[in-house]
């Protein structure tokens, strides 16, 4: 009888142990769960802003290509590109 009390203590003890290590995991997964989702968005911001410096960034070099050309059209004629010619629709 002695020996099963004492296996019965030794088995709740281990339940014990069990149940607070599983708590101990969930709040853990919680956690994680929380910090993967701050950092999505934050990914996504970062995304976002840089799409739109990459945007900018195209828009910045399309201009000083133009200036560029321009340039060359006044000060070195042999490197000035004609802008190309459009031909207009009936509506325009």
Do not use: C, W
């Not at 201009?63 to 321009?70: C, G, H, Q, V």
């Amino acid at each position: 009888v002695e020996e099963h009390e004492n296996a019965i203590a030794t088995a709740k003890e281990a339940i014990t142990t069990l149940t607070e290590e599983i708590a101990t995991l969930e709040r853990g997964i919680k956690e994680l769960d929380k910090s993967v989702v701050e950092a999505t968005e934050q990914r996504k911001a970062e995304n976002v802003e840089y799409k739109e410096l990459m945007a900018s960034d195209s828009a910045a070099k399309e201009l000083l290509n133009f200036a560029k050309n321009r340039l060359n059209q006044f000060y070195n004629p042999k490197l000035f590109k004609a802008a190309p010619k459009r031909e207009l629709s009936e509506s325009e």
